[in-house]
């Protein structure tokens, strides 16, 4: 199957500085990427849908000036928490679709001091 | 809207026994698509079975099988001759056939596997 990757798998950074975390398909390219947030034992939160080429797309009560997304080309899209907050921490999860499956990167936990 | 509903928060088996884990999902559309996924303690999201709307025959992976019900939108997952690795979030989503390709996830069902 397809592969997705996230970096950092892990990052702890303290509050209200910025963060970066990239996802990469290594072998499909992806027109769209989503992003995802997940609390311990909680389904996955649709965060936003990212476009290469394009500004992204919001789900209701996402901060987009808090949660910046770009998608610079068809195999990377970056999240970046900006001003992060302990509220902030939580693991972040991108997916992609190759064929009609929804590939995954493995996640980044992010936990803000 | 969709939306999906998991109404087994928490199930268990014996290990070499067979469990059903339950998905009813709503929706108006009549082309669509379903799917489980796993989710282990690794955190790393697993495709279990995927099952399209069109399609009248049930999904069948090696020992995961689906009871597609498309009247009653229903969607459960079968497991069987369960193994300690299949302890793990199991979630039931839905996709749009249209343009709209985003996945709505119920909320999960942590199955744990009893040696």
């Known amino acids: 199957g397809a592969v997705v990757s996230q970096h950092p798998s892990w990052v702890i950074c303290k509050s209200g500085t910025s963060v970066k975390i990239e996802c990469r398909s290594l072998d499909f390219q992806a027109t769209t990427m989503f992003w995802y947030r997940q609390f311990p034992k909680q389904s996955l939160m649709l965060m936003a849908t990212?476009?290469?080429?394009?500004?992204?797309?919001?789900e209701q009560g996402v901060e987009k000036d808090k949660f910046l997304i770009n998608h610079a080309s068809l195999t990377l899209s970056t999240l970046t928490v900006t001003s992060a907050h302990p509220e902030d921490s939580s693991f972040y999860i991108c997916?992609?679709?190759?064929?009609?499956?929804?590939?995954f990167g493995p996640g980044t936990r992010l936990t803000v001091t | 809207a969709q939306t999906v509903t998991q109404s087994q928060p928490e199930m268990s088996v014996q290990e070499a026994e067979t469990v059903t884990l339950s998905c009813t999902y709503d929706?108006?559309?009549?082309?669509?698509?379903l799917f489980w996924y796993k989710q282990p303690p690794s955190r790393q999201m697993i495709l279990v079975i995927r099952?399209?709307?069109?399609?009248?025959q049930n999904a069948t992976e090696n020992r995961f099988s689906v009871n597609f019900q498309k009247a009653a939108k229903s969607f459960s997952l079968k497991i069987s001759d369960s193994q300690l690795g299949d302890a793990a979030m199991y979630f039931c989503?839905?996709?749009?056939?249209?343009?709209?390709?985003?996945?709505?996830f119920g909320t999960g069902t942590l199955l744990a596997v009893q040696p």
């Open positions: 099952q399209e709307a069109y399609k009248q």
């Open positions: 989503a839905y996709r749009s056939g249209g343009a709209t390709n985003k996945l709505i």
């Open positions: 997916s992609g679709w190759a064929a009609l499956e929804q590939y």
């Open positions: 990212s476009n290469e080429g394009s500004k992204a797309t919001y």
């Open positions: 929706t108006s559309e009549s082309d669509y698509y």
